[in-house]
């Protein structure tokens, strides 16, 4: 059984459903948790330890990762999932930052199951059919969704594509399907 540690809700589900059975995916930040908040416990640091691959989202998400490295040194592999989608930036406190949504585009979950898939595949080679396979049927399931998005997103003229949010985390989402932006503080 490979063992799975994850940092973000959305690296839990596409571990989850590219792993299935093969996999032991351990919950560090749990639905309805800000990752940006999130700090390990002494237990959680254990719990990565004993990990095979630790899945980050990356781009600056994991504010505390470089302590959290140094305390587990290197019995586990840390997977940074978001290091391989483009980047979009965003200005915080007057500085230039990676923008860490980028599942927000579905074009980038997809990307992100590919790495997944990947790290599963070199850490656990006899169950590469299960992972492939796995992956396969988790993009068309985002094929579908993506599909079903643009069809949305088309009824609506581009004139009237218009995001209001106080957090800026929709850039990705904004970029793919034509969307302004208007951000309150």
């Known amino acids: 059984e490979l063992k799975v540690a994850s940092l ?7 571990a ?5 059975p093969a996999v032991r995916v351990t919950r560090l930040v749990k639905p309805g948790m800000d990752p940006h908040d999130f700090q390990p416990s002494p237990r959680e640091v254990r719990e990565i330890e004993d990990a095979d691959l630790v899945l980050l989202s990356g781009k600056g998400m994991e504010g505390y990762l470089t302590k959290l490295e140094d305390a587990v040194g290197n019995k586990a592999k840390f997977v940074d999932v978001g290091a391989e989608i483009p980047t979009l930036t965003l200005e915080e406190d007057g500085r230039i930052v990676e923008d860490p949504h980028w599942w927000h585009s579905i074009a980038n979950m997809k990307s992100a199951t590919s790495v997944v898939r990947r790290q599963f595949v070199e850490a656990d080679p006899p169950n590469k059919a ?3 396979k796995n ?3 988790y993009q068309a399931k985002l094929t579908d969704l993506e599909k079903w998005v643009r069809q949305q997103v088309a009824e609506l003229a581009r004139d009237q594509r218009k995001l209001v949010t106080s957090h800026d985390a929709l850039q990705y989402f904004a970029q793919e399907y034509g969307f302004k932006i208007y951000a309150i503080e």
């Open 8 to 14: 973000s809700t959305i690296t839990t589900e596409i």
């Open 16 to 20: 989850e459903s590219v792993g299935g």
């Open 135 to 137: 992956a396969a049927a």
């Open 130 to 132: 299960l992972y492939m």
